[in-house]
């Protein structure tokens, strides 16, 4: 169980090649079935779940629960309600209490009747209960007022509508090969919500012009990093050609690029720093496709071009929306209260976004003035001297002032 692996592989070869091996060696043992793995695991289910409500019953006074809503690739939608509490003693309890399919509409009524199967599952008391954590839906909030229970919104969700413009896919941008495609960072995604496009393009429409022209422009950018970074998963001669120019600039362990997931901003947003810590690779590599080798290795491939102002407006946009992303992470914390953390973590944000002129230009000097961090120190260091950095900069400083705002 601690690896999470699946109950067939017990007709795996090479698990099975192993444990005759082990067997050789002691004695033999006889492999159980399938479904006896699949019932001593519901079994277990059952037994846990008993254990749960016993030290609900026995230690858990006051609760606090979290919710969330989300759809698999095959799109199955699933509703998870997980309980935080403290016992007398101060010990964290943190229990997953349900799982269900959700094989309804999502409406509130739904949602509220779900709500209203697990407290009865696990005799749990809605005075005792102090919030319930949602994202801000209107069917979650509506829900809990049916339910009759407080409620607060989720924080990284509301996160999410702020950065989402920038970054998260407008639903028309979608196909099949795109979802069938995407493999994120596993490290990024779990701690990250998925949320649909819908919601981020309500946000879209009330911006202001200027706004949008930049969040345009950046789709385009990203859709044509995501194009090449395809294209280098799906080829092994392109991956290797990649490999070895990283070991060529000193890198003996090459790094592979990953795709996003097109809902979730923070993952976009990891494909876009991956990408900056190989842009000579991929400049590289791009320039070699245009040479008559690179026609006659990669048989005349086409990818997009990503220019140095592309590349500058790539790094400023990481840094502007860097603070949201280790907020999330932090926020995200299963084994320490985050709640806390929540009021500590935004001024952080809105200090850092108030910074006038992160990406301004001394005139009298070759340095910048206003450095936030390193990041913005190695922005400097990298861009001072180009040309195009004064559109980059108002560009960048209209982001700013729409995320602070």
């Known amino acids: 169980m601690k690896s999470l692996r699946p109950f067939s592989i017990v007709e795996d070869e090479g698990f099975v090649d192993f444990v005759e091996y082990?067997?050789?060696?002691?004695?033999?043992?006889?492999?159980?079935?399938?479904?006896?793995i699949?019932?001593?695991?519901?079994?277990?289910?059952?037994?846990?779940?008993?254990?749960?409500?016993?030290?609900?019953?026995?230690?858990?006074?006051?609760?606090?629960?979290?919710?969330?809503?989300?759809?698999?690739?095959i799109m199955d939608s699933f509703m998870a309600v997980t309980m935080h509490a403290l016992t007398e003693d101060f010990d964290m309890i943190d229990f997953t209490l349900e799982v269900l399919p959700l094989t309804v509409r999502h409406t509130s009524e739904n949602i509220k009747d779900c709500f209203q199967q697990?407290?009865?599952?696990r005799d749990l008391k809605k005075e005792n209960l102090?919030?319930?954590?949602?994202?801000?839906a209107s069917n979650s909030k509506k829900a809990c007022e049916l339910f009759d229970i407080d409620d607060f919104g989720c924080i990284g969700h509301s996160f999410h509508l702020i950065t989402g413009p920038f970054l998260v896919t407008k639903k028309?941008?979608?196909?099949?090969?795109?979802?069938?495609?995407?493999v994120a960072d596993r490290d990024e995604e779990d701690n990250i919500a998925d949320y649909g496009a819908e919601d981020v393009q309500e946000i879209v429409d009330g911006l202001d012009v200027s706004v949008k022209d930049v969040i345009d422009e950046l789709a385009s950018i990203v859709a044509s990093l995501r194009k090449i970074v395809k294209y280098v998963k799906k080829s092994t001669i392109a991956k290797d050609y990649l490999d070895k120019l990283q070991r060529q600039n000193g890198n003996p362990h090459p790094v592979a690029l990953d795709l996003d997931v097109q809902t979730r901003w923070n993952s976009t947003l990891a494909l876009m720093q991956k990408a900056l810590r190989l842009k000579d690779e991929i400049q590289t590599f791009l320039h070699h496709l245009t040479t008559a080798s690179g026609k006659r290795e990669f048989n005349c491939v086409w990818l997009p071009c990503i220019t140095d102002e592309n590349w500058c407006m790539i790094h400023a946009v990481s840094i502007l929306l860097q603070p949201f992303a280790s907020a999330t992470s932090k926020l995200s914390g299963e084994k320490y209260p985050s709640f806390v953390q929540a009021m500590p973590m935004l001024r952080l944000i809105k200090a850092f976004l108030m910074k006038r002129n992160i990406f301004a230009i001394d005139p009298n000097n070759s340095d910048f003035v206003h450095a936030?961090?390193?990041?913005?120190?190695?922005f400097k260091k990298v861009y001072a001297q180009e040309i195009f950095y004064g559109d980059v900069a108002t560009k960048m400083n209209c982001v700013q002032q729409t995320l602070l705002s």
Request: glycine content about 0%; overall charge negative; hydrophobic content about 35%.
């Open 372 to 378: 936030a961090n390193e990041d913005v120190k190695e």
């Open 172 to 182: 028309n941008e979608h196909n099949d090969d795109d979802e069938q495609d995407v």
């Open 118 to 121: 697990i407290f009865l599952a």
């Open 130 to 136: 102090v919030l319930m954590l949602c994202d801000n």
């Open 22 to 36: 082990v067997i050789s060696l002691q004695r033999r043992i006889d492999l159980p079935s399938r479904k006896t």
């Open 38 to 73: 699949c019932k001593n695991v519901m079994n277990l289910a059952e037994e846990v779940s008993n254990r749960m409500n016993k030290v609900i019953k026995e230690k858990v006074c006051h609760y606090a629960l979290t919710t969330d809503i989300w759809s698999s690739r």
